[in-house]
């Protein structure tokens, strides 16, 4: 399974998008920030666009590993119908303690609404089938988008398997706000009768 490193550029102040070109990557990029979800969306649709068999997609905020890579394309080759998500809980040492709460706590109710143990719902490092992509229409802007897509790749019978992954915390600031983003996800719950 070969893959092409695709960049989104979200409306970004700084290099990203000349620093990600000359590492050889494509690079698409948004005139504004638009938002976690429509980044992802431009991402689905470029790789449909391309033909490709699935998309392996990870946040852009440096903490995940590139060397994790092979986990999800050799669980891939296994399941071949399998929505495959990293897992970052089993070793939280130094997960900021915030971040560990309110995942464990989005995580725990995605999993009873999935009806699967999905250890990890709000990790950003995760690949998915063209077949799902085909068949989800993303509406979500921000941080609830991962919850969104786990729950209707549930809904048309998706397995979610998990791979353990290191998660690299450096300088970097997280974009994820404990308290707004838990408040956007209570809404988006409220909206789940109404999704597609």
Same mark, same amino acid.
């Given at each position: ?5 695709? %960049?989104?550029? =979200? ?41 490709? =068999?699935? %998309? ?11 060397? =994790?890579?092979?986990?999800?394309? &050799? ?12 897992? *970052? ?7 900021? *303690? ?15 609404? !999935? ?7 709000? !990790? ?17 802007? *921000?941080?609830?988008? &991962? ?6 790749? !549930? ?7 998990? %791979? ?19 408040? *956007? ?12």
């Amino acid at each position: 399974m070969g893959f092409t490193p695709t %960049v989104i550029d =979200d409306g970004s102040t700084d290099n990203t998008a000349e620093e990600a070109r000359e590492g050889g990557a494509e690079v698409i990029s948004h005139k504004r920030n638009l938002g976690k979800g429509a980044s992802l969306k431009t991402g689905f649709e470029h790789t449909l666009k391309e033909g490709y =068999d699935a %998309v392996l997609i990870m946040d852009g905020d440096g903490q995940h590993s590139p060397a =994790d890579i092979k986990k999800f394309l &050799e669980l891939a080759e296994k399941h071949t119908d399998a929505m495959i998500i990293g897992n *970052r809980m089993d070793n939280t040492k130094n997960m900021p *303690r915030d971040r560990k709460l309110t995942n464990m706590f989005m995580s725990f109710i995605t999993s009873l609404i !999935c009806g699967q143990k999905i250890p990890d719902s709000q !990790c950003g490092f995760r690949l998915i089938r063209k077949e799902l992509l085909q068949n989800i229409t993303i509406e979500s802007l *921000r941080f609830e988008v &991962e919850s969104e897509i786990l729950i209707k790749a !549930c809904r048309r019978g998706t397995k979610i398997l998990s %791979v353990p992954i290191e998660t690299l915390y450096g300088k970097e600031a997280s974009q994820i706000n404990p308290i707004w983003d838990t408040c *956007r996800y209570v809404a988006f719950l409220l909206r789940l009768p109404f999704l597609k």
